[in-house]
């Protein structure tokens, strides 16, 4: 027992060293081949000397007694054959077992081919397994079995027979736990990685559903500006920004009707696929529930509530701001569901909120009549609508980006286009949260009535008054 204990440490401490190399090896261009049975000849033959000079250092770094050497030689050509085919296992092998040959002693023909059929061994494994790893309990049961059989070899081809009797029963134990233990930790390497290219593979393939699931969800907004190239008493202007690939903020406009101009925000509740689904889902029934004609936009966004409502298991909700601009007038026909109040940019220069009735956002209850209320845009007015991934952007110091500061940077804006508001909002805001990853979608819409309507009432009005103009 005296002499098992320091033998068993000095294999121990090969095993060790083997199995550091074997770990970077597993990271290698070379290793992504083998999994990926993509291996050249070159490759094969690279192994072939790489597990050889494994085998090579567990002779050298073994433990010398009774004429013998008690080693792990046998654990490059396994581990080889289990990893590349019998090709590979049996050329380490050779490798192995002739360096062993070379040595002498009285065993040096016993354990020069053990290194051999260990080879072989794992490569039989690799075809019966077509490739797939037996699990660390597996392997270490393979191991022992490969060792036991080296030791039945030595016993009965060496001689003298009652030496080799003394040498198996001296070394049986720790070769056979130190080939267990190594390629037991060699198993954990391999799971270990395996694991992980599995959750890599998963994730690009997650990465790449959610892109297309991004190019759909971008596909659904309106992204033509401007939206009627052939009307020009308003102009519009809007941009979605999800936080993650794909995100729960929406905004949609057209007409219904020949000059009733619809047109909406919207925030889900959540992140990612699930507020997308909804996001979508929203946007859809909107749309069917829109009707031609004078149907008030308080019907029409109760019907929409009541079927969002409808096996809604999940609880979500959507805030939204929509409204009907009657492009003639600037009168605006809007409903607030639970959204952030939007801000009105006057002719004049002024900036403020409007003061709306929240209400309830939709999906939450299913029997809630929306309240309308009503403005009127002046030419050169311009109503911009926005998500609170505006007003709560953050910067690395975690504060806001305020609506303080979404009235300062409109400030002077009176005189810009629907384009310029909107891209000079989000340039504040990247600016403000420089640094820092967005925490929610940054969605905006700008609706501005254009200065031509003033003209074209203006003449109306003087044609009206003006009797010479009769």
Not at 363 to 390: H, R, S
Request: hydrophobic share 45%; charged share 15%; proline share 5%.
């Amino acid at each position: 027992m005296q002499s098992v204990i320091p033998t068993l440490l000095s294999l121990i401490n090969s095993v060790a060293v083997i199995i550091v190399v074997a770990y970077f090896i597993t990271r290698s261009p070379l290793f992504n081949r083998v999994l990926e049975k993509s291996m050249t000849w070159k490759d094969q033959f690279l192994m072939v000397l790489i597990f050889g000079i494994f085998s090579i250092y567990g002779t050298l770094g073994g433990f010398p007694i009774l004429g013998g050497i008690a080693s792990i030689r046998d654990l490059g050509p396994a581990v080889a054959g289990l990893l590349a085919g019998p090709l590979v296992g049996l050329g380490a092998g050779i490798i192995g077992g002739v360096h062993r040959y070379l040595q002498g002693g009285f065993t040096a023909l016993a354990c020069g081919i053990a290194p051999i059929m260990a080879g072989l061994a794992g490569g039989a494994l690799y075809l019966l397994r077509r490739n797939r790893f037996l699990g660390i309990g597996r392997a270490v049961l393979f191991m022992i079995c490969v060792e036991l059989l080296h030791m039945a070899i030595v016993i009965a081809i060496s001689q003298p027979r009652e030496q080799a009797i003394t040498l198996v029963e001296s070394t049986v134990f720790p070769i056979v736990a130190a080939n267990a233990i190594g390629i037991g930790i060699y198993g954990y390497i391999m799971i270990n990685l395996l694991k992980e290219r599995s959750l890599e593979k998963a994730k690009l393939t997650m990465e790449g559903e959610l892109s297309v699931a991004r190019e759909i969800q971008m596909s659904l907004v309106p992204k033509t500006f401007p939206p009627v190239p052939v009307r020009e008493e308003f102009s519009l202007y809007a941009t979605l920004e999800p936080a993650k690939e794909v995100g729960g903020d929406l905004y949609d406009f057209y007409f219904v009707g020949d000059n009733r101009f619809f047109f909406m925000i919207g925030d889900v509740s959540g992140k990612g696929v699930p507020a997308a689904l909804f996001m979508a889902v929203t946007r859809t029934v909107m749309k069917a529930k829109m009707q031609p004609g004078d149907v008030g936009l308080g019907l029409i966004v109760s019907n929409v509530n009541k079927t969002l409502c409808e096996g809604n298991d999940a609880s979500m909700f959507v805030t939204a701001f929509c409204g009907f601009l009657d492009i003639t007038t600037g009168d605006v026909t809007y409903i607030n569901a639970g959204h952030n109040p939007p801000v009105i940019v006057k002719t004049d220069g002024s900036v403020s909120f409007l003061k709306v009735t929240a209400n309830v956002p939709l999906g939450v209850m299913d029997d809630m009549n929306y309240e309308e209320g009503k403005l009127c845009l002046e030419p050169g007015d311009t109503l911009v609508l926005y998500t609170d991934g505006v007003t709560e952007a953050m910067n690395r110091q975690k504060d806001f980006f305020t609506e303080a500061r979404l009235l300062h940077v409109l400030d002077g804006t009176n005189r810009a286009s629907a384009q310029s508001v909107v891209e000079k909002i989000i340039a504040a805001v990247h600016q403000f949260a420089a640094g820092s990853n967005p925490a929610d979608d940054i969605t905006l819409l700008a609706l501005k009535m254009e200065p031509l309507i003033s003209r074209k009432k203006e003449g109306l009005l003087k044609g009206r008054s003006d009797p010479a103009a009769k």
